[in-house]
């Protein structure tokens, strides 16, 4: 009787066993890449879904500006730049165009003007007669305080008449003021006891267009009681550098990245902006966009449609080409379709048939 293992049957156990060992490490390592390649694709998804959020959150608090800003382009709280136009940091191509719009910001309160206000009469002048009274709180949230104030702001008429921006050149604080901001005259309540106010004496002047140059006044006068809104114009590109998404502040200059472009995966490839007027009995489907806005379809603009597409590198598709595991992911594209209720007010009725 044998007792033991042959040296044949040693050496085919031997090999037998370092095969199942290379195949499994082998599963494993595939497994891991793929996996690894896996999550990079999804971090890429991601990442875009931030960038197109920021963008959603202004565009859903876009304002309709009425009547319309007169320039070298006329603007209504939202248009696409024409080449030539754009600022100096934009990319402004086919597939990456330069988006401008100007968004209210609802984190804080809006507040009341106290009394009269007249554009013509009033923008860009600093009599005391040219105020724009305001009311405010001791707060630190306030709109207006000692140390801050708003680049810009949007005053809606109370009988929305009027919906204008302007910027600011000066704020005054008046606090525990014992005069009536409405007629500068002394008021008692009911037991004689005298009346203190708190507003803000501001100055504005008309906004500047996309390219800085001056703006024409219009005869919108803001009656008491008109509220009182911070907000902020911004440009949203591809950086002409690097291809990165970014916004651009127009009143500050702040450039903020929503999309770097410096993951040696990805790349930027293009950022597309489409535009759609809904009207009467008219579908909302993909085919009805308008992707170019136009000065005679603007004013019925009032959803947008935001399309990113990220491509894969050459050492990414490398890599994921020796992968033998699962399906492999190379290109990402995001899209984020954006209805903003403040668009669909006060729209001619030619955008309404």
Known sequence: MRKGFTVV??????????????????????????????????SGQFEMSLALKDIEGDLRNVVR????????????????????????????????????????????????????????????????????????????????????????????????????????????MHLNSPLDPYDDLPKVDSFGNPVFFNYVSVFLSNPKGATNENTNKKASVFVTGSEVYNSRTYFVCLRKTDRSLIKINQATREVSVLLTNSNADFEIDRFVVGYMGTRRNVRVEPASFQFEMTGATADCVNTVLLELYLKATQSFINRTQQNTIGETKLDILRRRTVFSPNLNMKRPLSCQE
């Open 9 to 42: 049957e040693l050496l085919l156990a031997i090999g037998l066993s370092a095969l199942v060992i290379s195949t499994a490490t082998y599963l494993l390592h595939q497994f891991f890449s793929e996996h690894k390649n896996l999550e990079v694709w999804s």
């Open 65 to 172: 500006i009425d009547p319309k800003e007169e320039s070298v382009r006329d603007y209504i709280g939202i248009t696409s730049i024409e080449s030539g136009s754009e600022p100096a940091e934009c990319l402004n191509t086919t597939g990456a165009p330069v988006l401008r719009y100007t968004s209210l910001d609802r984190k804080t309160p809006s507040e009341r003007a106290l009394r009269a206000w007249s554009e013509v009469d009033s923008s860009g002048k600093s009599l005391p007669k040219d105020e724009l009274r305001i009311s405010t709180e001791n707060v630190a949230t306030s709109l207006f305080t000692q140390s801050k104030a708003p680049k810009e702001i949007v005053i809606v008429d109370a009988d929305r008449r009027y919906i204008r921006r302007y910027e600011i050149s000066r704020h005054v």
